[in-house]
């Protein structure tokens, strides 16, 4: 079974530009998962999709959005970049309906890793 | 909400010596606890998981057992091998029942030949 893909995996942008990323989850997956890592911040959760609707969301600012597909890919999308926009975004992705239990896993994707410049 | 706060590193081992990352949590209830792997240039990888008190989760040699008492989730391996270089996140949901996981602060592990 091939694993979560995000694209693509490297990126490089100006100040003031949009990014758009991408994440492909497990096949048979419906939840998305969206994290930032930071070497000051860490990881910080951003947003979760669930059947293409946002089921939860992180604390950061509305220039941070995505989106969900009907075949459960994943969209986020960052306006007017900042500096401190640079970062590695993981996508996460997980076949249960609710949250973990015994039997589920939730699967990271190599990331994208965004520059700022 | 729930947190997690994670032994700093980096930690630097010789092959085969003992490994120990301590992790300790707060939580309303009792939610799963896991140990995710990130290896240099790559995303993270569930190490292993716990989904009760008293619960070990156990992978590739290494172990941690959820310790309600102690509100503990330690991180052990037993002879570390370089292979394991890597940094390690503790991690939790923030409340029960979502993948709005919080991850600890990461412990990178360096393991000398």
């Known amino acids: ?117 | 909400g729930n947190s997690v706060t994670q032994m700093e590193g980096p930690v630097t081992l010789s092959e085969e010596a003992f490994l120990t990352i301590n992790c300790t949590y707060t939580a309303t209830g009792y939610p799963s606890l896991f140990w995710y792997v990130q290896y240099p240039g790559e995303g993270l990888q569930l190490l292993l998981k716990a989904t009760k008190a008293d619960d070990k989760g156990s992978n590739k040699g290494f172990e941690a057992t959820y310790r309600k008492e102690t509100t503990s989730f330690h991180l052990e391996k037993g002879s570390v091998q370089v292979s394991d270089s890597a940094v390690y996140f503790c991690a939790l949901p923030t409340s029960s029942g979502t993948y709005k996981y919080i991850f600890g602060t990461g412990t990178r592990l360096k393991v000398l030949a």
């Open chain 1, 1 to 117: 079974k091939a694993g979560v893909t995000q694209t693509p995996r490297y990126l490089i942008k100006t100040r003031g530009q949009q990014v758009t990323l991408s994440c492909s989850p497990i096949s048979g997956h419906r939840s998305v998962s969206w994290y930032q890592q930071t070497p000051g911040q860490g990881l910080q959760f951003l947003f979760e999709y669930f059947s293409e609707t946002q089921r939860n969301k992180g604390n950061f600012p509305g220039r941070f959005s995505g989106r969900q597909f009907s075949n459960s890919r994943s969209e986020m999308n960052v306006s007017t970049l900042e500096l401190g926009d640079s970062a590695l975004y993981l996508c996460a992705s997980s076949s249960r309906a609710g949250g973990p239990s015994d039997t589920d896993t939730q699967y990271f994707g190599p990331g994208t890793r965004l520059t700022v410049l």
